[in-house]
């Protein structure tokens, strides 16, 4: 098998135009995580209510020309060929694509995104566990629920204008994360 690089990142996107192939629970858990303002078509014969209610359903099989109108693509029918399909033309065409069934015939993953406040991680285990990601995910949120960690993240918000300005109370109030002990004692 190649070599691969993987590279985690947060897109940032004002709109975007996402095609979600299928309508089950997979695709519901597709369309979970995206922005709220972004356009988002589901195409399937048949669609979960939850999908219907946050998206617009075609009320169809997926066909090739759709990934045509999409930045985003997401693969999760039940027919592995179709995702395969869909994959193959959205690659060929520059787009970003995740194929739920075969994470390696796309270009990207979802990886579970971890959630505290306004603290973001992401875990990942490249497609190999999605249910282990998660499950690592869900005991981090319990672990880093904080207030005194939440406070923190509020208090260098607060500081960043400054700390962008002075670069000694930067690194005096910086330091103090380098302790290694001093996430241990935010957290207790």
Known sequence: MPSRADYTLVLRRRRARVLIAGGGKVAAQKLKGLPLDWDVKVVAPRALASLKKRATWIRRKVRLSDVDAADIIFAATDDAQANQKVAARAVKKGKLVCVADAPELGNFIVP???????????????????????????????RLSSPRLRALAADLERQRAKMKKDPQLKARLLKGLDDPGFMERILR
Not at 112 to 131: C, D, E, Q, Y
């Open 112 to 142: 579970a995104v971890l959630k505290v406040g306004r603290f973001r991680a992401t875990l990942s285990t490249g497609g190999a566990s999605p249910a282990l990601a998660k499950a690592l995910r869900r005991w981090l949120e319990q």
